[in-house]
């Protein structure tokens, strides 16, 4: 039974003309917001809101003293506190001409936020607990984390799309040139890499090692023949033969065979002269705007479609060069679909700022390490218990001294990342929670723990006792003849004199 | 898996071969096989046609072609391997596609073949693995959670019994004959000089071939099939553990591989011309000592290991009971003194 506390240090900041008349101390005071977060029978989350209420410095009131919202939250940043897993909200009136008309929560890139008052104390409760549980975590969010000890019945349909904790991630781009007699294409795969994949990269360096590789592929074709629509005279690919556009390229792109770590594939795919242009509809029959797919778990397709030439007698191969900016647009934007980082289902009156080449924002990074780290040690508490459960159950298995060190070691971890947890210091946390879990799977897969030694009773009997009935038989006569052999010469100096 | 040698067992090897046929046409790829093959058929010198494995008679069909990759083959296909590939428990050194690399969500086709009794299956003529492992080892799988459904085919003499004994939620199980019937092969080839293929596999592919990627074929079709009068053995099956009901349950869920698929609607913005950018290529390292040979060992593991123990133990317990009272019966019945004429 785990109980996981989750604590969130959390600083409101209220600046002048927006303090609630009814608050219920004067400033500054701390208060805790706990609540419950029932999971199953036996694990319960409780996530504690640490909050601090104060109001301005001088030098926090000259930096929301400017224009928009976006240069407040530039100016606030050296101003706060940055450690991983805490949060500063800043409290502007209600009339304020930072945020702009319609929104009342604007979420900065780091890790602060600018509410308006709003109409009272409890409109600003409201709005602080919605806030805060979008930069943290949700309940769905943890459910989703623990998603083995949940029931089935109570999980979303898409609670176990997210990339499940790993030590480490290997992403693959593939070009796929399926017509290479007319297109020539060439992709500044390395530059597009080192300018805008590394930065999103180095950010989440914190939650796992990433290792980037990329490949071109000719001849590749799609699974699916697509439709010609004359209406638009193009070609289009329906949302339900997407499935199946996956498997015929898969065995053709050849994962990594050194490396352990989930493969996240993002393929671009090239349409062919005699099938371009290519566009992917959705459910309803539109075209998809980014022209691209992703599976949850497996990574993204993108079409790109080449421009048919002015003139038509024009040389073949048409020599293409990619846009790689609007390419890894998509892809970054499947990465962070593919972590679990949506920015769709807020409320309205959210406006959130982009990260941009940075990838994600400080609070989504947090987001992603809560999630990880209660999912790390649901891991470890389950491998740990059904090791002690196997070694329960067959008594023969020799635990060899580096299994056992591994799993103390997994045990103490565990502990201590809960205990930071219940701190928070989420930054302390994740980490002993990967190590919790690098130990504990060292020691459950150690192929020394492999139970060849079942041998049921009857298969014991009929190996013994043809061996040993045969040999018994002189024996127990013999001792039969010595018992009474005995016996008779105890009574014989009884008889004789 | 096939778990036989030998050239008689020619059709283990055509079941399996056609199987793994059959799995990747519906699109599962090879990186998510693992084929465990004794692969003694194709080059064995008695085979008339070498380099091909038929499944058919008249030599329709030529199941060893060229896109078959075995990844345990010959005397590497043990009892060992096998629970070592379910549960994991691998050598570090192991490489990728010989690994079962499966998570929760995976749902995972097992289909066994070889010659069987009453609660084992033979391996290779020289070993066993009960039916008692075998869920066990499927326990460890649900432990790790190492599945997310798991159906089991298994097509030997007896086959029933192998699903007996499990108790891990979310496994079917589909076996060619009860307990105490034998599974029969199906028809033998003149020109090669074996039976190529049994009753049940044979009837499952032919339930196969009309299967295609998007097909809606359910469980309960499957089950169907081979029924008594042309297998002979009396087909069982076992869904007691499993979650959904069989209706709902597609082919295509286990034998074909069709993936959750979303569009993608969001986009990021990237500013495509950055000032300050500066190309963060790692610096060569120079001077880095090159690794000494003793740090690249796993050193915890050789330091904490015991002296490995030689194989011969000196008796106790029983043996040393048993003995102890051999030698005094033997004593008590010539007598001490005769042991001068011993030594």
Known sequence: PAQFQLAVPVAVVFAPGSVPGDLPKALPFRDVQEMEIPVNLRTSVTSRYEMVYRSTTAQEEAALDVATAQEADAALRPLQDTSLGSLTVYVVPETSSLLPQGTSVYVGKHRSALVRAGSGLAALHTRLRQLMQVMSFTASSIAAALSDRVPNSQLGPDARRHLKSSLGYEITFSLLNPDPKSHAVDWDIEDAVNRYVRPILDKLSLVANFSVDSQILYYAVLGVTPRFDKESSSFLLSAHSLPHVINPVEARLGSSAASLYPVLNFLLYVPERSHSPLYIQDKDGAPVSTNAFHSPRWGGIMVYNVEAPAAPQASLPLHVDVDMVRVMEVFLAQLRLLFGLSREELPPEFLLESPGNEGLADWELDRLLWAHTVENIATVSTTLTSLAQLLDKIGNIVIKDDVASEVYQAVASAQSAMAELAAGHLHSAFQASKEAVTSSERAFFDPSLLHLLYFPDDQKFAIYIPLFLPMAVPILLSLAKIVREARQRKKEPTKMD | ?343
């Open chain 2, 1 to 343: 898996v096939c778990t036989s040698r030998f050239w008689f067992n020619y059709r283990h090897v055509a079941n399996t071969l056609s199987v793994y046929r059959s799995v990747k046409r519906l699109g599962i790829p090879d990186s998510h096989i693992v084929l465990m093959l004794a692969d003694d058929m194709a080059c064995n010198p008695r085979n008339p046609k070498p380099a091909t494995v038929f499944s058919h008679k008249n030599m329709e069909l030529n199941v060893y072609g060229d896109d078959v990759e075995v990844d345990y083959r010959s005397y590497e296909v043990t009892v060992e391997n096998f629970l070592r590939v379910l549960t994991g428990r691998i050598p570090p050194s192991t490489p990728r596609s010989k690994r079962l690399l499966s998570d929760d969500r995976s749902n995972i086709l097992i289909y066994m073949t070889g010659h069987g009794g009453n609660g084992f299956l033979k391996f290779q003529d020289s070993e066993e693995i009960t039916n008692v492992e075998l869920a066990d080892a499927f326990e460890q799988m649900w432990q790790k959670r190492r599945y997310n459904e798991l159906l089991f085919i298994i097509d030997t003499c007896q086959g029933a019994s192998m699903y007996e004994r499990f108790y891990s939620p979310n496994i079917m199980a589909l076996a060619s004959s009860q307990v105490g019937e034998d599974s029969l092969s199906h028809q033998p080839d003149l020109g090669i000089g074996v039976h190529l293929m049994d009753r049940y596999t044979f009837y499952v592919l032919e339930f196969l071939e009309e299967i295609h990627p998007a097909s809606q074929t359910n469980m309960n079709d499957l089950f169907q099939v081979c029924p008594k009068s042309l297998c002979v053995s009396t087909p069982g099956h076992r869904t007691d553990l499993f979650q959904r009901d069989p209706q709902n349950v597609l082919i295509t869920d286990f034998f074909g591989s069709v993936r959750k698929v979303e569009i993608t609607t969001e986009t990021i913005s990237l500013d495509s011309d950055l000032a300050g950018f500066e190309s963060k290529l790692p610096k060569d390292e120079l001077a880095a000592e090159p690794l000494k040979y003793a740090e690249q060992l796993p050193v915890a593991q050789i330091i904490h290991q015991k002296p490995k123990q030689k194989d011969w133990h000196p008796p106790g317990g029983f043996i040393l009971g048993l003995w102890a009272l051999i030698i005094m019966v033997f004593f008590k019945t010539y007598g001490i003194k005769h042991m001068k004429h011993i030594f």
